[in-house]
């Protein structure tokens, strides 16, 4: 064999060792690379599934705070009714309790601005007296209210029991014991609130029983003296009949 074809065998042997070996770096590159991508996905599944399983849990413990608080909420309004529940009850208990004592031993108190000494058994009277005449038995009502005045003359229901019971006479027709019990009223109560309304009865009274003088002047007095009042309303529209 030449020089010439020796040297070119070892070149072609070179180059064919040199292409293999290109070869195998190439493959192995791109198992390099295959590998790395794949590592990369499951890196970022095993990410995704773990943010999903978190994300799980904490929707979980979300949902059982809302449940607990929701659990705590209804127990918190429970225990706000049972509450309210125990004070009513202690409310209704002692003003129970209150009402049975003052049927026993005597009690102060104010009644319309009016203060006193109520006895035991005195509201009980005043109240029957006053179902007797919102119950139309004018009578007994009547008979009721001068009963009462006579029996508790100090009384804090006092111009209450003159009031009604004036109101009880007009009712029937006895104005002539109406007109004395409200001037009565008037003159020992000349502030007491029901004092406008007493002296619309009392002018209606006067009217009633022919003295249409005396009528037009206690109108007039009410007009003068209450003109802001329901019971000023009504004596500028009955001052005409005392012409």
């Known amino acids: 064999m030449s020089k010439l074809e020796h040297s070119f065998k070892q070149t072609l042997s070179g180059a064919f060792c040199l292409s293999a070996t ?3 770096l190439t ?15 499951k890196a970022i599944l ?18 059982k705070l809302k449940a607990d608080n929701a659990e705590l909420r209804g127990k918190v309004e429970s225990l706000e009714k049972q509450g309210e529940d125990i004070n009513n009850s202690q409310k209704t208990y002692y003003q129970d309790l209150d009402t049975r004592l003052g049927n026993f031993e005597p009690r102060t108190i104010t009644i319309e601005g009016v ?6 058994g005195e509201k009980k009277a005043y109240d029957d007296a006053l179902k007797a005449f919102q119950a139309g038995n004018l009578k007994k009502a009547d008979e009721s209210f001068t009963a009462f005045a006579g029996k508790y003359s100090q009384s804090p229901y006092l111009p209450l029991a003159l009031y ?6 007009y009712a029937n027709k006895n104005y002539a014991a109406a007109i004395s019990q409200l001037q009565t009223l008037i003159k020992k109560y000349p502030n007491h609130p029901r004092i406008p309304a ?7 009274s006067q009217l009633e029983s022919g003295n249409k003088a005396a ?29």
């Open 164 to 169: 009604w019971g004036a109101n009880s006479k």
């Open 198 to 204: 007493a002296m619309v009865t009392l002018g209606n």
């Open 46 to 63: 095993d990410l995704r599934k773990s943010l999903a399983t978190t994300q799980l849990e904490l929707q979980n413990q979300i949902e």
């Open 22 to 24: 290109l070869v195998c």
């Open 115 to 120: 203060s006193g000494t109520v006895q035991p």
């Open 215 to 243: 009528a037009k002047k206690t109108f007039s007095d009410i007009i003068a003296k209450y003109p802001d009042t329901e019971a000023a309303k009504d004596a500028q529209q009955l001052l005409p009949a005392t012409k």
């Open 27 to 41: 493959a192995s590159s791109s198992a390099w690379a295959l590998f790395s991508d794949d590592e990369a996905r």
